[in-house]
C-alpha cells in the first residue's frame, strides 16, 4: 500500500500544487491542469507505440547482435550506429528512455545508450527540417556540429561515472537489469 | 502525415509481422510492452503534471523576458529555465526564432534550445527509475555545461 502511493508521490504533489495555485486566485491553477492533461493526451499516443516497439524489440533481437553491433567492444561502428538509430526517433527524450534500457537490458554499451539518448533528445531529423525553418540552417547547422561531439564526450565520461560510482562487478547490463526487476 | 500516424503504422506493421512469424512470441512482446507501460504511468503522470504547472507559471511571453540579461548570470538563468521546461519542437523553435528576431543574442538562445532538450529536470525522476542516480546526475550535469559551451561558441560562430 506504502509503495503504491509512494508510486503516485509526484502526481499528488503536483494535483495539491495545482489545488494552491487555483486556491491563490490567479486563475492559472485550470490552466496549469488543462495544459497536463493536453500533454497527457499527448503522451498516450505515442508512449503505447514506443512500449510494444520496446516488447517486439525483447522477444526478436537476439543478445549477441545487440552485442555485435553496439556492445562493449563495438567502437566506432557502435557509435555510429547509436548515432543512426536515435536522429530517426520519434517523441520526446524521455521516450526514449524504455528503448535505451530494453538496449542496456540486450547488452549495448552504457557509453552507446547516452550516445543515442542525446542524440534522440537533440537531433531527430524532423525537429531539424523545423529548426531550419525556424531560426536558418546556419544556426541549425553550427548548433549540429558543436552538439554532436558534446553528446559522444558525454556518453564516455557518464559510462565512467557510473562505473566508479559503483561497486567495480556492476556493469550498465546489470543496473539496468535491476531497474527491470522492479517492473 | 504526422509522425505519431507514421509511429503507429510501423508499429502495426511490425506486430502484424511478429504475430504471422510465432504467437506465442507476439504474446510476450505484448506483455512486456504492458508491464512497461503500466509501471511507468504513476510517474508519466507526475510529470505530465509538473509539464503544466512549469507551463502554467513560465509560458512563453514571460520566458521571452528574461533574454534581456546578456550577463553571465542572466545567461545561467536562461538555462535554468531550459532546463526545467519541457515543450515539443513545434513550441520550441518558434518561439526561438520569435526570440531571434526580437533581438535576444544567439548565445542565450542556443542555451535555451540545448538544455530544453539536452538537460530534463522534470523528467529526471523517469530518468532515475531507469538509469539510477549517478547516470542520471552526470548526464543532465554533462548537458547543462555544454550547453553554456555551445552556447557560448555559437554566439562567436553564428
Redesign the interface.
Known amino acids: 500500500m506504502i509503495m503504491r502511493v509512494r508510486?503516485?508521490?509526484?502526481?499528488l504533489?503536483?494535483?495539491l500544487?495545482?489545488l494552491g495555485?487555483h486556491l491563490s486566485g490567479s486563475g492559472?491553477?485550470a490552466?496549469?491542469?488543462?495544459?497536463?492533461?493536453?500533454?497527457?493526451i499527448?503522451?498516450l499516443?505515442?508512449?503505447?507505440?514506443?512500449?510494444?516497439?520496446?516488447?517486439?524489440l525483447?522477444?526478436?533481437v537476439p543478445r549477441h547482435m545487440v552485442e555485435k553491433n553496439v556492445g562493449q567492444g563495438s567502437g566506432l561502428k557502435g557509435i555510429l550506429i547509436s548515432i543512426l538509430v536515435g536522429s530517426a526517433a520519434?517523441?520526446?527524450?524521455?521516450a526514449g528512455?524504455?528503448v535505451?534500457?530494453a538496449m542496456?537490458k540486450k547488452g549495448c554499451r552504457?557509453a552507446n545508450a547516452?550516445i543515442f539518448?542525446?542524440t534522440w533528445?537533440?537531433i531527430?531529423i524532423?525537429?531539424i527540417m523545423?529548426?531550419v525553418?525556424?531560426?536558418g540552417w546556419?544556426?541549425a547547422l553550427?548548433?549540429l556540429a558543436?552538439?554532436l561531439p558534446?553528446i559522444i564526450?558525454?556518453g564516455f565520461?557518464?559510462e565512467k561515472?557510473?562505473e566508479n560510482?559503483?561497486p567495480p562487478n556492476r556493469t550498465g547490463q546489470q543496473?539496468?537489469a535491476k531497474?527491470w526487476e522492479?517492473? | 502525415m504526422s509522425f505519431t500516424t507514421v509511429l503507429f503504422i510501423v508499429t502495426f506493421l511490425l506486430l502484424a509481422l511478429s504475430w504471422s512469424r510465432d504467437k506465442q512470441k507476439t504474446k510476450k512482446a505484448l506483455k512486456i510492452a504492458w508491464k512497461s507501460f503500466s509501471n511507468l504511468l504513476p510517474t508519466m503522470l507526475g510529470i505530465v503534471g509538473m509539464m503544466g504547472l512549469v507551463l502554467a507559471v513560465l509560458p512563453p511571453e514571460v520566458i521571452k523576458t528574461i533574454f534581456s540579461d546578456r550577463s553571465i548570470p542572466g545567461l545561467i538563468l536562461v538555462s535554468l529555465v531550459g532546463s526545467i521546461t519541457l515543450m515539443p519542437a513545434f513550441v520550441a523553435f518558434p518561439l526561438a526564432g520569435s526570440l531571434l528576431k526580437a533581438g535576444a543574442g544567439v548565445t542565450a538562445v542556443a542555451c535555451f534550445i540545448t538544455t530544453l532538450m539536452m538537460v530534463g529536470i522534470i523528467t529526471a525522476p523517469a530518468e532515475i527509475k531507469y538509469f539510477g542516480k549517478p547516470f542520471t546526475l552526470s548526464r543532465n550535469v554533462l548537458g547543462f555545461g555544454f550547453a553554456l559551451v555551445i552556447g557560448l561558441l555559437m554566439g562567436v560562430l553564428v
Open positions: 508510486k503516485y508521490a509526484l502526481f504533489l503536483v494535483v500544487l495545482d495555485l492559472k491553477g490552466v496549469a491542469a488543462q495544459t497536463g492533461f493536453d500533454y497527457l499527448e503522451m499516443l505515442f508512449i503505447p507505440p514506443i512500449m510494444v516497439l520496446v516488447g517486439l525483447d522477444v526478436w520519434a517523441g520526446p527524450l524521455y528512455f524504455p535505451a534500457d542496456l552504457l547516452v539518448l542525446g533528445a537533440t531527430k524532423p525537429m523545423m529548426e525553418r525556424f531560426v546556419k544556426f553550427v548548433r558543436l552538439t558534446a564526450t558525454t565520461v557518464v561515472f557510473v560510482s559503483n543496473i539496468s531497474a522492479t517492473v
